[in-house]
């Protein structure tokens, strides 16, 4: 009986209902629920699988099930069916965006690609298919130092779209990168201001913010990764509080793996605008996801041809990833 499941444990009363259904949909459709860790904590906690893009990825690939319900945005949600196209992929919101992709036209990046022959086009996933099937190689926050560093040295590196993220690939590798000029609208406004007045009203706190975010607040990080890194860093660094620098959504994860720690999300740049809140990512709802599963739309399709574009690049970045690598000793 759900009402037993882990699912059901802290669902407040007037949502039991729908988290019931929820869940007997998932089962009569066979359906697998992937989430990324910015979505509401009352999704988190009915996904089968929440994860960082590459880790979903992997999961979407090796899927048995019938369906996908994807919570996340839906460059994710299509990755997840290039990488599994005999599953039904589901998403209960298809405007779940990203301005990371806006900024990115395919027609755009392929006029910007045409003007560095021999150039590698190395491209962060959060981009449209057609940008995918334009590029040579997908990359993620926790994947792409490992890949680039894997390019012969000398070749220049095209990287699309996310300009702040590029900027950090490059000083961490110290290759020469040219950098398409997108930014992440939530990443892109964290307060300067706000992080360093933090910092002095909380002198012990560590700090850990996602390389989507502007030089100015990596420079006073303690820990920059995707994610999935950053909810490993609060688990095993020993501060008692942390300052955030993500999207807040991840700090249900951070609550249940290191509890007794706190976690003080920076604000915005904009005071009590909650423009740190990825305003794509929660345009997923219970009460969307439940009606896609009860309807089987919205529902990604993608042309065969594209979809074999898409997973060229997409292949590299998992078998990168994967890639053991000599030590240098
Ligand atoms: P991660 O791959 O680190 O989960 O990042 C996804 C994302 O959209 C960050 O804004
Ligand atoms: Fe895109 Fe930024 Fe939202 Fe991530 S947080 S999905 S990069 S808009």
Known sequence: MDALSPAMRNVPAHREDLVAEILRLKRERGAVLLAHYYQDAEIQDLADFVGDSLELARAAQRAEAKVIAFCGVRFMAETAKILNPDAEVLIPDLEAGCSLEESCPPEAFARWRAAYPGAVAVTYINCSAAVKALSDIIVTSSSAEKIIRQIPAGQTVLFAPDRHLGNYLARKTGRNMVLWQGTCIVHEQFSHKALVELKIEHPEAAVAAHPECPEPILALADHVGSTSSILRF??????????????PGIIHQMEKLAPGKRFISVPGSSGECGCNVCPYMRRNTLENLHACLRDGVPRLEIPEELRL?????????????????????
């Open 234 to 247: 609060v688990q095993e660094n020993a501060a008692a509080e942390f300052l955030i620098a993500t999207e």
């Open 309 to 329: 574009a898409a997973l060229r690049p997409l292949q590299r970045m998992l078998d990168m990833s994967a890639a053991t690598l000599p030590t240098g000793d």
